[in-house]
C-alpha cells in the first residue's frame, strides 16, 4: 500500500507489491519511507527494504519498531533536512536505471 507519494515528498510505502521496491524507487529518483511486512515468503519484502537503506537512498521501518511518531520524524527529516534529501535524491539518479522493456525485446529479437 503507497501510504503517500508525489515528487516533492517521500514515497511511503507499507506493505508494497514485490514490484514496487526496488525498482520504481530508484526509477523515480524519490525518497522513500519502507515498512516491510514480516509476514511474506523469504520476508523479501525486508531484504530489498534493507538493500535500498544501506545503500543510503531509503529509510526503513520494521513494523515491530514502527509508531507513528518515528514515521513522521523520518517524513519531517526528508522534507525538512536538505542536505539528507538532496543525498538520497543524488544516490538515486546515479544508480543504474534499467529498462527492462528493452532487454526483454533484445532478447527476442536476438534468438529469433
Do not use: C
Not at 516533492?8 to 524519490?30: C, D, F, G, N, V
Not at 543525498?87 to 525485446?105: Q, V
Amino acid at each position: 500500500m503507497i501510504i503517500s507519494s508525489s515528487s516533492s515528498s517521500p514515497a511511503i510505502l507499507k506493505e508494497w507489491l514485490t514490484t514496487i521496491p526496488p525498482s520504481e524507487i530508484i526509477a523515480t529518483s524519490i525518497p522513500s519511507i519502507l515498512i516491510p511486512s514480516p509476514y511474506v515468503a523469504n520476508n523479501h519484502q525486508y531484504y530489498n527494504a534493507l538493500a535500498l537503506k544501506q545503500l543510503g537512498v531509503s529509510v526503513m521501518i520494521e513494523q515491530k519498531e514502527f509508531t507513528k511518531e518515528l514515521l513522521s520524524d523520518n517524513v519531517r527529516k526528508i522534507l525538512d533536512d536538505e542536505k539528507f534529501n538532496k543525498e538520497i535524491k543524488s544516490k538515486l539518479e546515479f544508480m543504474e536505471k534499467i529498462d527492462s522493456s528493452t532487454i526483454m525485446y533484445n532478447e527476442i529479437i536476438k534468438n529469433k
